[in-house]
């Protein structure tokens, strides 16, 4: 079954629109909830959220972790035709003794101008 | 400082043949997980290694296996090629085997299967 669940699974905007893309997750033994940003091989890191409703800031992106909704959303501001990429979400958490990454199908997000 | 390298880019395989991906990690990094990209999907956990041990393994066939050298770098190997074990494969290093926030990711090599 799906553990991590990402939505909508595209869109298309306009240079200068505000987007959320949201994610939520169904695992025991939660440890961090991870965005990631891809745009042509190596996903590329953008935020780790481990405490619910700490918001995590880094210019016109910002994310927010809901521990009771098991979900979080990635807002990007005043969109840039280089925001155009693929958003993955991933779900750290315990598996026993180790630990596993799982990854949502991700958002492919195209910015027009 | 060199990121994590993949090896090689692209390569095309038959099916039932064998083939066998490399990665080195950053330097210092301990811990290397590898990940399966099928387009359209988000990467599949496949291993982690750390200090060349098995420190994690997702659903795949016993046709993968990897293992961890001593200095770190990693190769993946898997078997008996199925059209369906086209995909992206990317390599991850990182100073432990549980930071993954500071999990950096190499460019991937594209196995295409046919």
């Known amino acids: 079954e799906d553990k991590v669940v990402q939505s909508p699974l595209s869109l298309v905007v306009h240079e200068g629109d505000t987007v959320t893309l949201n994610c939520s997750y169904e695992?025991?033994?939660?440890?961090?909830l991870l965005w990631y940003k891809q745009e042509k091989k190596a996903p590329t890191f953008l935020f780790m959220l481990?405490?619910?409703?700490i918001e995590k800031k880094s210019g016109r992106l910002s994310s927010i972790l809901d521990k009771k909704e098991l979900s979080s959303i990635l807002n990007i501001t005043a969109t840039q035709t280089g925001d155009s990429a693929i958003y993955l979400c991933?779900?750290?958490?315990?598996?026993?003794?180790?630990?596993?990454?799982?990854f949502g199908k991700g958002i492919t997000l195209s910015v027009r101008p | 400082d060199a990121g994590v390298t993949q090896s090689p880019t692209h390569l095309i395989k038959t099916r039932g043949q064998q083939v066998t991906l490399r990665c080195s990690p950053i330097?210092?990094?301990?811990?290397v997980s590898w990940y399966q990209q099928v387009l359209g999907q988000g990467p599949q956990f496949i291993f982690q290694?750390?200090?060349?041990?098995?420190?994690g393994r997702g659903n795949f066939p016993d046709r993968f296996s990897a293992r961890q050298f001593p200095n770190y770098s990693s190769e993946l190997n898997v078997n008996a090629l199925l059209l369906g074990d086209s995909a992206l494969y990317l390599c991850?290093?990182?100073?432990?085997?549980?930071?993954?926030?500071?999990?950096?990711f190499g460019p991937g090599t594209r196995l295409t299967v046919t």
């Open positions: 290694y750390y200090e060349k041990e098995e420190r």
């Open positions: 695992v025991t033994n939660f440890r961090s």
């Open positions: 991850a290093s990182s100073l432990l085997t549980g930071s993954v926030n500071e999990q950096y």
């Open positions: 991933a779900v750290h958490y315990y598996t026993g003794a180790n630990s596993k990454l799982t």
């Open positions: 330097s210092g990094h301990k811990s």
């Open positions: 481990t405490s619910s409703g």
